[in-house]
């Protein structure tokens, strides 16, 4: 890309890794359900001069001097997710998904104080009260499941409400194929007086499309990121409803109070400026195409893996992403698949199932999507191929297993790694995924 020719000068290590990086991602099938790729209108905002400014502070009510373009740009940024969203308060400032998170909880509860959230092996986040969290430090963190069938259960969110009363709830999730029961939590919250915080980062691209119901009628809070499904650079929003004023007229400020001075020092304005691109680009019809491309590309794609005999939880997906269940192999074989995968050009992610019989390091699931693929331009009959590669080189994995004693993993996978490499049918689907992603370039 030409925006690089400073760097080829003057750094060449720098210069050559960003190169290698641009070649991996144009060669590999990015299946990661909360990556993507952004616009060259956002990379080039992203590396603009915005990133040498210091604005701690807010529009108009700066500590430093100088900022009257970032004041116009973080306006710029707020209006277009009020629109986009429909929502009349949004803080743009939060670096990133966790601390805009922590951001709410400050707002919003004392240490403490019981909060509710799904728990991370059946999809929810780290920041939704567990164990290993700040939020589940801090915090009583009570955690709700899904059923059998993979949907969120109701009855016990409702139990565990009304009997631990949590000052806050949270209802979205980072592996959660199904939509969002915004409504149904809505009233949980309310029987019981909480705070209802939405966390839509996988989705909000989604939302913005109409490929998703909003959170916005039902919730007092939305937080995402705005580097998935949205396809903005790496960075977050934190939105306040209607609702939300309702219940507290002071919510915004008690929220922008405490993303600055509360939790983050000086914004990264060049973020916030190339928020403003991926919202004005979010707004634009086509981008509501896109949103529907990806659920119809995820549904073929998960359709062709269940014909060609894997099984996924919840038996298919209503969203941008599905998890393999490999239980059906073994335990713990989520870190085969990967590997294998990756081996292949496919990109996903190890991730724990619900009721998973291994542990996070080593979980029994695969969760992969289709955001990134879905921005190439590829559709339907790409997913089906993909559908048959996946399954072929999952099929290669069924061998291995892992180590029942716990010091001799990281060897055996290491040896497996080595050796699926070399795997023939894992070198076919290799070239034939190289094949595919140069008819569907990235950055032309
Ligand atoms: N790390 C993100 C994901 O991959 O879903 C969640 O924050």
């Not at 760097?7 to 210069?15: H, I, N, P, Q, S």
């Not at 915080?197 to 939305?222: M, T």
Request: proline share 6%.
């Amino acid at each position: 890309m030409d925006i690089l020719k400073k760097l080829a000068e003057t750094d060449k290590e720098v210069f050559e890794l960003i190169q290698s990086e641009l070649k991996r991602e144009e060669e590999c099938l990015e299946m990661i359900p909360s990556e993507n790729f952004v616009s060259k209108a956002v990379l080039e905002a992203m590396g603009s001069v915005f990133t040498n400014k210091y604005s701690e502070g807010y529009p108009g009510k700066r500590y430093y001097g100088g900022n009257e373009f970032v004041d116009k740009v973080e306006n710029l940024a707020i209006e277009r997710a009020k629109k986009a969203f429909g929502v009349p308060r949004a803080n743009v400032q939060p670096y990133s998904g966790t601390p805009a998170n922590f951001a709410v909880y400050l707002a919003t509860c004392q240490p403490g104080d019981v909060i509710m959230g799904q728990a991370l092996p059946d999809g929810g986040h780290l920041t939704h009260g567990w164990k290993t969290s700040f939020s589940g430090i801090f915090y009583k963190a009570v955690q709700y499941h899904v059923k059998a069938d993979g949907y969120i259960d109701f009855e016990e969110a409702r139990k565990l409400a009304l009997e631990h009363r949590p000052k806050l709830i949270w209802v979205g999730a980072s592996a959660y194929v199904r939509q969002f029961p915004f409504k149904e939590m809505a009233e949980i919250a309310d029987e019981v007086g909480a705070y209802l915080a939405a966390d839509v980062a996988h989705i909000s691209g989604l939302i913005i499309g109409g490929a998703h119901p909003s959170p916005v009628p039902y919730v007092h809070i939305i937080t995402t990121t705005t580097h998935k499904t949205l396809r903005g650079p790496r960075g977050a929003i934190i939105m306040v409803t209607e609702k939300g004023l309702q219940k507290d007229p002071e919510l915004a400020e008690k929220i922008d109070k405490a993303v600055f001075p509360g939790l983050q020092g000086g914004p990264h304005d060049q973020t916030t400026a190339a928020i403003a691109v991926a919202l004005g680009e979010a707004l634009m019809p086509e981008f509501r195409e896109y949103a529907h491309q990806i659920v119809r590309n995820a549904k073929a794609l998960a359709a062709g893996l269940m014909e060609k005999g894997l099984k996924l939880v919840s038996s298919g997906t209503e969203n941008h992403l599905m998890l393999i269940d490999l239980t059906t192999i073994a335990k713990g074989h989520g870190v085969f698949a990967q590997e294998a995968l990756e081996a292949a050009g496919i990109t996903v992610n190890k991730n724990t199932i619900p009721l998973d019989p291994s542990s996070p390091f080593y979980p029994s699931g695969v969760r992969l999507g289709t955001p990134a693929i879905t921005t190439r331009g590829m559709k339907e009959p790409e997913m089906e191929r993909i559908a048959g590669w996946i399954a072929a080189v999952v099929n290669e994995t069924r061998k291995y297993a892992l180590p029942a004693g716990k010091t001799e993993i990281s060897g055996y996978v290491k040896k497996f790694k080595d050796e699926i490499k070399g795997n023939s049918v894992v070198k076919k689907v290799r070239e034939e995924v190289k094949e595919l992603c140069s008819r569907f370039p990235l950055y032309m």
